[in-house]
């Protein structure tokens, strides 16, 4: 049983389109993450949901959508695809929020716009 | 907020030792190590939580200087499944969640 599921694993999509990643955990963590890894192998953390809510939301533009319907859920949602967000997209999870914990990512989604 | 890593690359021989630095502008609370093999995800190392604190897994250990604000990760007599991009992440309170911030990351590549 993979711990941390991403699907799809590659995604080609037009300049315009909206887009949505999907993420399920079953480690039975409460704490979940969505990184973004460019071209040079920069992973920055976009967000983090602790229990279906929303606990950190760093500088990234609002056409990025995170959803939690659960605990064991956290799906990423995209409007209006630019150039520019092309990348890898790892979902993650933790036990909890606090810190120490060690995150358990999923096997990335590859997104690439044309 | 993102640690500096060096170096930026390194090949190695089988057997042959290598040191990864990770240092930040800020005070670490504490810092994390992951390696990604190509195309695949980050995978955890180890946590080091306190200053001075020392670690080990299997042959890779790693020291963590907290008034330096540095840590460092040491991988003896390396073995070729030690190729990937080494991250180091150090960690900030925000809202009490556990906000990582992962380093410019260190691509290592053993050869026969």
Redesign the interface.
């Known amino acids: 049983d993979t711990a941390v599921s991403q699907t799809p694993k590659y995604l080609v999509t037009q300049m315009g389109n909206d887009k949505s990643i999907k993420c399920e955990q079953n480690l039975g963590h409460d704490t979940m993450y969505w990184y973004k890894q460019d071209s040079k192998k920069f992973l920055k953390i976009m967000f983090s949901y602790n229990n279906k809510e929303l606990i950190i939301n760093e500088t990234v533009p609002n056409r990025f959508s995170p959803k939690s319907p659960d605990k064991a859920h956290l799906n990423l949602h995209i409007n209006s695809l630019e150039l520019g967000d092309s990348a890898v997209y790892f979902c993650a999870s933790s036990q909890d929020r606090q810190p120490n914990e060690k995150l358990f990512f999923g096997s990335g989604t590859q997104l690439s716009v044309l | 907020q ?1 640690p500096v890593q060096s170096p930026q690359a390194v090949i190695l021989r089988e057997g042959e030792d290598a040191v990864i630095n990770c240092s930040s502008s800020k005070a670490l ?2 810092v ?1 190590w ?1 390696r ?1 093999k190509h195309g ?5 190392l180890m ?1 080091l ?1 306190k200053g001075g604190e020392q670690k080990g897994h299997e042959k890779i250990s790693a020291s963590f200087n907290e008034k330096k604000q540095q840590s460092s990760l040491y991988l003896t007599a390396s073995q070729l499944s030690y190729s990937g ?1 080494y ?1 180091c992440g150090t ?1 900030s ?10 380093g ?2 260190t691509r290592l590549t053993v050869i026969p």
Do not use: K
């Open positions: 993102q609370y504490s994390h992951y990604q695949e995800a980050p995978v955890f946590i939580l991009t991250f960690e309170l925000l809202g009490g969640a556990n906000n990582l911030f992962f410019t990351g």
